[in-house]
């Protein structure tokens, strides 16, 4: 899990990880799986950087217990997550539901309304990065 935290942050800092079959002998021993590559973000919208003088990276750990929800919700900045326990689902506006399980990445919406909910027994884990700009707020709740 260490490791697939590491690349998470190696990624969103534009660190450049070989992939797959890139990846060849490594005589040190380590082993680099591409877990996710996309243009887009999970309910489709095409990818969209914050253009700041000011960029910020903000790292999370966010729990949601058994039957909880995050709440209506919004992100002006790209938002990458891991799930690293338990299965979330995720409701966007327009309805549109996708469902995330232990070890899945995702991609947040920008600007598009959702809400994340924990339908199950055990905890949702949820490592997340936030790439924004300083004094820009990560979330915007909605009523």
């Known amino acids: 899990m260490k490791i697939a935290t590491a690349l998470v ?9 070989a992939r797959g079959a890139d990846v060849g002998e490594n005589p040190s021993g380590v082993t680099v799986r591409e877990i996710l590559k996309t243009s887009v973000t999970a309910d489709g919208e095409k990818l969209r950087y914050p253009v700041t003088d ?5 790292a999370v750990e966010i729990e949601i ?7 209506l919700h919004s992100h002006p900045v790209p938002v990458l997550a891991w799930v690293v326990s338990g299965t979330l689902t995720v409701e966007y ?3 549109l539901v996708r469902t995330f399980a232990a070890g899945d990445p995702l991609v947040e919406t920008v600007t598009r309304r959702h809400e994340g909910r924990n339908l199950g027994t055990v905890s949702v884990r949820l490592l997340v990065f936030y790439v924004g700009a300083e ?3 990560n979330t915007t709740k909605r009523p």
């Open 93 to 95: 506006e327009g309805g």
């Open 65 to 71: 217990a058994p039957g909880g929800r995050t709440g």
């Open 9 to 17: 942050g190696l990624l969103l800092l534009g660190i450049p990880v």
């Open 54 to 58: 000011r960029p910020e990276v903000t």
């Open 135 to 137: 004094g820009t707020p």
